[in-house]
């Protein structure tokens, strides 16, 4: 508490990111990164781009970005937004879109940044429960509401929800904004982004962090109608024109069309799901089925957040969420089969 604080910075209770060791030892499965490197033609584009053009301002509307997102996903350039990041862009998106008389709904458990949005813009929101297989059930979405948002697949649960289920929740609620988040999409689910021209309400939001190995890159966009994208647009250059530095823009343009690459890294790391599934289920793991990069997973013999200790003195780090009703699971990022065999190795070594 400080005197010269801002009565909204009294009131703020901001995200908590997953843990960024400085060790460098460690198996490190709590942040969902990709095990793989980012595209050789992306690591290549940007050392070229690091030149005396350094000292001139970037596109501020990454003109060339957009086209390759475009051109990837068969929409118009004009249908795209670019951000910091996909935070950045979920950040504008709450601002431009979100802040509505009604409630916000999104799932109790789901992406732990949206209700630390609703709380900086003043947005009042509704949790909505999902199953008790942690599932999103569309027929609890035909509530009245001034917005509504979920990632899909879910996080940190990793279930998915098929694409007619959103085109449910989108015929329902045709004069609400729908923001389907996409982090996690490329590892095993159908994008939404082929209903934008179907639906005028609909915003699809995705990340270069995860499938495209890009994280420390801090690139994210947005899909949807030009009316919607119309809105970032005014909100980001009220608050910052040049988002995307000219590094970040040419590294993600060359990941975008490196299409052989992402698809190759992708298939490996859903591989690896797929064994790391089998191999925790034959441990006696509940595996809660999954379509992205991690597996969401509890045992009925073991505390969750002590079998997280007893992995990190084997300094392999997971992630534990003190929440209520997944306080028992454990969230694993998908590694490289040897670090999954090192992982394996370890609970069989703990569970004995």
């Not at 910091?84 to 979100?98: I, K, Q, Y």
């Not at 942690?134 to 917005?147: K, L, Q, S, V």
């Not at 289920?165 to 329902?172: E, K, S």
Request: glycine residues 6%.
């Amino acid at each position: 508490m400080n005197r010269f604080w801002s009565s909204v910075v009294h009131t703020l209770t901001p995200y908590v990111p997953g843990e960024q060791p400085k060790q460098t030892d460690l198996i490190k499965l709590n942040t969902n990164e990709n095990p793989y490197p980012p595209s050789p033609r992306a690591l290549q584009a940007m050392v070229a781009e690091a030149a005396d053009t350094l000292r001139l301002y970037p596109d501020p509307n990454a003109e060339r970005l957009k086209q390759a997102i475009a051109d990837f996903y068969r929409v118009m350039p004009a249908q795209v937004f670019v951000g910091n990041g996909s935070d950045e862009v979920l950040a504008h998106t709450f601002m431009a879109l979100l802040k509505h008389e009604r409630p916000l709904l999104f799932p109790d458990i789901s992406y732990s940044f949206y209700p630390v949005y609703c709380g900086l813009y003043g947005i009042d929101f509704t949790r909505v429960p999902l199953t008790d297989q942690f599932e999103i059930d569309p027929a609890d979405y035909r509530i009245a509401n001034g917005g509504i948002i979920f990632p899909n697949p879910n996080a940190p649960t990793g279930r998915l929800l098929p694409l007619a289920a959103v085109r449910a929740i989108l015929d329902a609620n045709p004069d609400s904004v729908v923001v389907v988040d996409e982090a996690y999409v490329d590892f095993g689910g159908e994008s939404a982004i082929g209903l934008v021209n179907d639906y005028p309400n609909l915003l699809v939001i995705q990340t270069l962090s995860k499938s495209r190995s890009l994280a420390g890159l801090r690139v994210g966009f947005a899909v949807g109608d030009t009316s919607l994208i119309e809105a970032l647009e005014r909100v980001k250059n009220s608050f910052n024109s040049y988002p995307l530095d000219r590094i970040a823009q040419c590294g993600a343009v060359a990941a975008i069309e490196d299409k052989a690459y992402f698809e190759r890294t992708c298939q490996q790391v859903m591989d690896t799901r797929g064994r790391l599934t089998e191999r925790l289920t034959e441990l006696g793991f509940q595996v809660l089925p999954s379509a992205a990069n991690f597996l969401f997973v509890s045992h009925p013999a073991w505390d969750a957040e002590k079998l997280a200790a007893r992995l990190r003195e084997r300094s392999i780090i997971v992630r534990h969420f003190r929440q209520p009703r997944i306080v028992q699971f454990l969230r694993i990022s998908i590694g490289t089969d040897g670090e999954m065999d090192a992982l394996c190795q370890a609970l069989l070594e703990i569970l004995a």
